[in-house]
Every structure is written in C-alpha cells, then in structure tokens.
C-alpha cells in the first residue's frame, strides 16, 4: 500500500458503507453481528413494517440512535474531514444514516440512504432531530406518525442526491470505496461509474465482495488503519 497524495487528483470521492463506521463500534448490516443477522429489516426498515406499527419502528431507531451517540469518529473519520478542509474536490457520498462524517467535521455530505437523524411529515416536510430519543412521534402540525428520513427496503432514493453522487463519481479521476459490500444498488454500480471516466479506484475492505474486481487497487484493512496511512499528515 502507497501513499497517495490528494494534490495529485483534482476530483476525489470518497464512497463509504457500514465497514467505515465499524471501528467506531457501530455494527454493519451484514457480517458477522450485522443489524440485519440480529433484527428482521421486515419489522423495522420498510414502510409496511412503519404502517404497520409506527411505534415498534421509531423506537427501533431510537434504539439505533442511542447506539451511535455513545460511539465517536475514529482515525478514519478524521482524515476524509482534514483532507475535505485542504482540498476543494473532495465528496463523500455515503451509504451511512450514522452522521459519524458530519461529527468528525465533514460537511456537504451527500447521504443516499438518509440520516439517523431527521424525520418526515408526508405533508409538513422532512425536520432535523437529534437527540437520543425523538422529540415526539407525531407532527405538531397535522398529527401524522412522522417517519424517520431513511431509505428502508423498497423505498426510492432521494433522486437530487442520487444524481449529485453520480455526476460526482462520474468526473471524478480517484475513487475511494470504504467497508461496502456492493450488494444493495445503486451504490453497488459506483465503482463501475467512476471507472468508466477513468478514475484510479481503490476499495478499503478487509474482505473480498462481489465488486472488488472492478477496483484498480483493493486494500485489506480496516478503514481506521489504512486511511491514516494511505493519507498521511505533513
Ligand atoms: N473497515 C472497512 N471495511 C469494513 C470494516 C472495517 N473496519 N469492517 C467491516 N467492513 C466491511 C465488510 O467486510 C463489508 O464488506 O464493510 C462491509 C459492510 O457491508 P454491509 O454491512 O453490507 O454494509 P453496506 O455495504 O454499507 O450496506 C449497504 O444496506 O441495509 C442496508 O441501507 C443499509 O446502507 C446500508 C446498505
């Protein structure tokens, strides 16, 4: 694994998964203790499960949101934020609802999957809330369950942020993929949108997947150590 220099690129995107977020103690969806081996999405994350029993669902989250208050952003985090203050080219685009890139100091982040930590009125909009708990579960306005402002399965992504990340990807000459396993689209045909345009691509993941072939480099570490070393401070 070399260093790289960010000066050397003029458009970088670094595109991060649950594997980034998992030395910060935050479980991934799919691997060994992943959210979806402990809980079934079909009871928390997708709309009929909300329909069905809105309370059940907003107190998963909470749940969830708990877990992330008491987890801080690790090495990793920190080095997309200073890179992201000393480089004007730099996007995120995550897959991540934790907000953990927004607390290392990132901003701008382009969040596919949506946030932990808004909810939505399906008439009065989508609102911030951040707290451990949510502030109430019903709209001040029009007393409709408010949902939480994430894609679940079977949802359509937010199409502004969709095509922000694309055009993003697509012009952009080094691709960084972080802890995905590039199995839930679109963000599984990212790597190939970069590499299209010719971007240099490199995956940051401890274990193979089905996409790592499309990488021009795949480096098996952890986010936390190999970012730091990949990007190093001077
Ligand atoms: N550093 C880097 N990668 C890691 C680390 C780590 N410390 N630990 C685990 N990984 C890798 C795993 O090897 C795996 O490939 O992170 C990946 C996590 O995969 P998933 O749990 O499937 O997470 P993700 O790809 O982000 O899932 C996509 O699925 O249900 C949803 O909406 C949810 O955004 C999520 C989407």
Redesign the pocket.
């Known amino acids: 694994m070399n260093a790289i220099d960010p000066m050397n690129y003029e458009k970088i995107v670094f595109f991060t998964?649950?594997?980034?977020s998992?030395?910060s103690g935050i479980p991934?969806?799919?691997?060994r203790g992943?959210v979806?081996k402990q809980y079934n999405?079909e009871e928390y994350a997708c709309q009929d499960a909300f329909n069905d029993d809105p309370r059940k669902v907003l107190k998963f989250h909470e749940l969830r949101r708990k877990a992330v208050l008491e987890c801080e952003p690790h090495a990793g985090h920190h080095v997309i934020a200073r890179l992201a203050k000393s480089h004007s080219g730099i996007t995120v685009v995550t897959?991540?609802?934790d907000g953990m890139h927004q607390r290392a100091g990132n901003r701008n982040i382009l969040e596919l999957?949506g946030s932990l930590w808004r909810l939505r009125c399906p008439t009065h909009g989508i609102f911030e809330d951040i707290g451990e708990t949510y502030e109430r579960y019903r709209c001040e306005q029009c007393d409709a369950w408010l949902r939480p402002d994430i894609?679940w399965f079977g949802d359509s992504l937010d199409p502004e942020i969709t095509r922000m990340s694309v055009i993003s990807i697509a012009q952009c000459d080094l691709f960084v993929s972080?802890?995905?396993?590039?199995?839930?689209w679109p963000?599984a045909g990212y790597p190939e949108v970069a590499r299209k345009n010719g971007a240099f691509c490199i995956e940051?993941?401890?274990?193979l997947?089905q996409m790592s072939h499309l990488y021009d480099e795949s480096i098996r570490q952890?986010?936390?150590n190999a970012l730091p070393l990949i990007f190093p401070e001077h």
């Not at 998964?17 to 980034?20: I, K, L, P």
């Not at 940051?204 to 274990?207: A, Y």
Request: overall charge negative; charged content about 10%.
């Open positions: 998964g649950a594997g980034m998992a030395e991934t969806y799919r691997g992943g979806w999405w897959q991540n609802i999957h894609v972080i802890g995905t396993s590039g199995v839930v963000a940051i993941n401890p274990e997947n952890t986010a936390g």
